[in-house]
């Protein structure tokens, strides 16, 4: 058995663990549900689109709300206050929105520990860390500037 796997299940054996990925799924399912209520016809539709509660909606909406005082038609002023909250929950306890709550992070979670299984354990079957964190920032940056635009 490889060392990465036995770091794994090590990991997996911590009480946090359980608790943040069942945290993780929650916050998945809950981010389901708020879009499938979105597109369902009738009136459940009128909660809003998921980009009212995301802090990326705070993101596309920031720099339009301050240049002509309007919100775009699918967000509204809690995703600006979402965003906020995200960047100061950051700054308070580190990537603890990126690792419990965003769905995203519970995306890539999933994806990581696929990965592993299919590729023997190994932690990173291609690269070396330095390449992965330039790709994360140039995503990180494109979907910023995406989003903005």
């Known amino acids: 058995m490889s060392s990465s796997i036995k770091e794994d299940r090590a990991q997996s054996r911590h009480p946090l663990s359980s608790i943040r990925r ?24 009128r909660g ?10 705070g993101v596309e909406t920031f720099w339009i709300y301050l240049t002509t ?14 965003l906020i909250s995200v960047l100061g ?10 690792g419990w709550m965003c769905p995203i992070g519970t995306l890539q979670d999933m994806l ?10 190994k932690k990173n079957p291609r690269r070396g860390i330095k390449s992965k964190t330039r790709i994360r920032y140039r995503s990180l940056k494109k979907l910023i500037i995406g989003c903005a635009i």
């Not at 998945?28 to 539709?45: D, K, N, V, W």
């Not at 005082?69 to 979402?82: D, E, K, W, Y």
């Not at 990581?112 to 354990?121: D, K, M, N, V, Y």
């Open 112 to 121: 990581t520990r696929w990965i592993r299984r299919l590729s023997g354990g």
């Open 69 to 82: 005082g309007q919100t775009l038609l699918t967000t509204n002023l809690l995703s600006i206050a979402i």
């Open 89 to 98: 929950l950051s700054l308070l306890v580190g990537r603890a929105f990126c």
């Open 22 to 45: 069942g945290m993780q799924y929650v916050f998945l399912a809950g981010t389901f549900l708020i879009g499938l209520r979105h597109i369902m016809p009738g009136e459940s539709s």
């Open 48 to 57: 809003g689109a998921f980009d009212a509660f995301c802090p990326f909606g």
